[in-house]
């Protein structure tokens, strides 16, 4: 891509998608990337637009990181925008394409994620152990995952900062002050579009509470028949939209039609076409997992950056649990 890409370039490329896909789209939407597709949709509900999705599900995304603060968000308050640029920006060398361009590396984004927890250096011992002694089955599973858990993708400079002063610092979204191309995003004009929440019970980047908030935001929506908020029980953040509890819980409701979502749990799959929007990391299985039953899909995945809740949100909540093999998640229909 030639020129900028910066938050406002990322929100009218997933229009533009929307639009390319036509009638009856369904977003989806994992970790940072949240905000955009909250920001897109609120967008087009303000326009009117012909062919606002039909759902929106967003997954353990930072729609309020002042909610259940976690060691991540404090990080990024903890140090002004200049030191994110002079320490963390660095440029595409020669020989590769976008060659000079500045970016947040890809590499820089997966140190981050290796150093937050000691049990990747396990698994890896654990896979050497396993292919030389025990079960190479296991082995190739741990190496399988690892090879989708590295694959990170650069950022350009001017999408990594404008999130990270936008998202986390300033948290123009939740204080109502977000714009794109200076149009102020306003939620609470979204009405068609129904609205699905994910959280994970051992989130440590995006913490329970945080995506949730954007029910509160999404004010105009019916209770009972466009709300819904999901948290799955023994997952962390990544375990949100990969692994056995993903392909089990939570892509199927995801890809249930959104007027069914208030009935018992079940594993229909019928939404005609599914925009995905990835934190940054190629999709391999989890997302193949996601298109196969649907008609048509486009994967968009040019991010990365990557509690309890408020009690006037809750006050509207039934809930009810969802059971499948042995494992629980917490289904709340507002």
Known sequence: MQGRFGFDEYVQHVVD????????????????????????????????????????????????????PTSVNALVKSKPIEWFERNLISAVPWGFAGAGRRVYPGHTQLMAFMAMSPRHFDAFEDMVYQRAKVDPAKAEAIRVFYEEYFA???LTVDFYLETIDTVFQRHALPLHELEVRGRRIDPSLIWRTALLTVE????????????????????KLRLYMMKTH??????????????????????????DDPRQRTQPYRHQRTCPAIAI??????????????????????????????????????????????????????????
């Open 277 to 334: 929007i990835g934190a940054a990391r190629a999709p391999r299985q989890s997302a193949h997992e996601c298109e196969c039953a649907v008609r048509r899909a486009v994967v968009i995945s040019p991010t990365g950056v990557a509690g309890s809740s408020r009690e006037g949100t809750r006050g509207n909540v039934a809930g009810s649990l969802c059971l499948d093999g042995g494992e629980v998640g917490r289904t709340d229909y507002f």
């Open 200 to 219: 994970g019970e051992h989130d440590d980047i995006c913490a329970v509470g945080q995506t949730l908030a954007a029910q509160e935001l999404c004010n």
């Open 230 to 255: 999901h948290v799955q029980t023994g997952v962390g953040h990544y375990g949100v939209f990969n692994g056995k509890r993903w392909e089990r819980h939570i892509s199927p409701r995801a890809r």
């Open 17 to 68: 998608f929307i639009v390319a896909l036509g009638p009856n789209t369904h977003l989806l939407a994992s970790c940072q990337p949240t905000v955009a597709a909250l920001a897109v949709v609120s967008l087009m509900a303000a326009d009117d637009h012909p062919l606002q999705p039909a759902s929106m599900t967003l997954m353990a995304g930072p729609i309020d990181t002042r909610i259940n």
């Open 152 to 154: 990170t993708m650069d």
